[in-house]
Structure formats: C-alpha cells, structure tokens
C-alpha cells in the first residue's frame, strides 16, 4: 500500500520560512508528477506548485519567487520551500504525486499539514 507522509508545517510569522515535506512510502516502482496543493478555511483546494520526474517545475502565480519546490527521487520525496509568508497563505497544504505500482497509476494524497501564518 502507498502512503503519502507530509511534515514541515506550523505557526509562523508573515515574512517568515517554512520547508514542508512529503515522503512516498509502499511498493513503489515509480512516481512521475508531484505538486502541492493547499485548501484554505471556506475555500477550494488549489494548486501551489508542481514537478515533473525531469524537474520541469510550475508554480501558481500568488506563490512565485517566494515557494520553491524540490525533489530527491532516490528518496521517493517532494519538498516545498516556503518562504516571505503572508497571512494569506494559510492553509492545510497537501501532496499530491502519481504513482505506479503493479503496472498501474494512480494519483495519491498525503493528509496534509497546517501552515498558518501570523500578521
């Protein structure tokens, strides 16, 4: 069975950085695309930022210059560096990554971490 574990999220103050983190975990033979998605309070769920398995790298532009996304193939995870907060950026942030396993792909979700941010 997959699992998407992310970490990294917390209280922090506007102009402030985090770094988040999702790990895939399961019988995994490969994983291509990998993004990051976040849902604020009364809001729909958007995409933040995305990589394909070459690094070719999209970003929403309310979060360009500020995120950064990553990811360490070797170890099956995705990392979004967050930084410059503002209070609009709270939200419970989710990874989102396709994944084959046993010849199939499917796309998967984390269950999310909250990054709230302080005026």
């Known amino acids: 069975q997959v699992q998407l574990v992310e970490s990294g999220g917390g209280l922090v103050q506007a102009g402030g950085s985090l770094r988040l983190s999702c790990a895939a975990s399961?019988?995994?033979?490969?994983?291509?695309?990998m993004a990051w998605y976040r849902q604020a309070p009364g809001k729909q769920r958007e995409l933040v930022a995305q990589i394909t398995s070459g690094g070719s790298t999209n970003y929403a532009d309310s979060v360009k210059g500020r995120f950064t996304i990553s990811r360490d193939n070797a170890k099956n995870t995705v990392y979004l560096q967050v930084s410059s907060l503002k209070p609009e950026d709270t939200a419970v942030y989710y990874c989102n990554a396709y994944i084959e396993t046993k010849g199939v792909v499917r796309g998967y979700w984390g269950q999310g971490t909250q990054v709230t941010v302080s005026s």
């Open positions: 399961g019988n995994i033979f490969g994983i291509s695309y």
